[in-house]
């Protein structure tokens, strides 16, 4: 088992940044990366951004793409989302994941908590 913790969360103005952290324990070598994804009420999962554990080889949505940086700290078994120039649309809750390097959520075994991103005007 894998558990997963996120903070970093919270309220910020339109333009404004925040970094998203997420603090993997446990059988940590299972997996071979780490992804955030996020869901608004009622809506489907969408991906947001994922990284290889191994060679830090990342992928993005279009939609945060060149807004949003992933990264890893193995050592600290901590993946981060760097988020900035944020707009009304990245409002929702954010989920850190484990599982293959990929932006479909079916391959992810498992997931955090989430934590609420709200961006105001």
């Known amino acids: 088992q894998v558990q997963l913790v996120e903070s970093g969360g919270g309220l910020v103005q339109a333009g404004g940044s925040l970094r998203l952290s997420c603090v993997a324990s446990?059988?940590?070598?299972?997996?071979?990366?780490m992804g955030w994804f996020r869901q608004a009420p009622g809506k489907d999962r969408e991906f947001v951004a994922v990284?290889?554990?191994?060679?830090?080889?990342?992928y993005y949505a279009d939609s945060v793409k060149g807004r949003f940086t992933i990264s890893r700290d193995n050592a600290a078994n901590t993946v981060y989302l760097q988020m900035d120039n944020l707009n009304l649309e990245d409002t929702t809750v954010y989920y850190c994941?484990?599982?293959?390097?990929?932006?479909?959520?079916?391959?992810?075994?498992?997931w955090g908590q989430g934590t609420q991103v709200t961006v105001s005007s």
């Open positions: 994941a484990a599982g293959r390097y990929s932006s479909s959520w079916y391959q992810y075994d498992y």
């Open positions: 446990g059988r940590t070598f299972s997996t071979n990366a």
């Open positions: 990284i290889r554990r191994s060679d830090g080889s990342t």
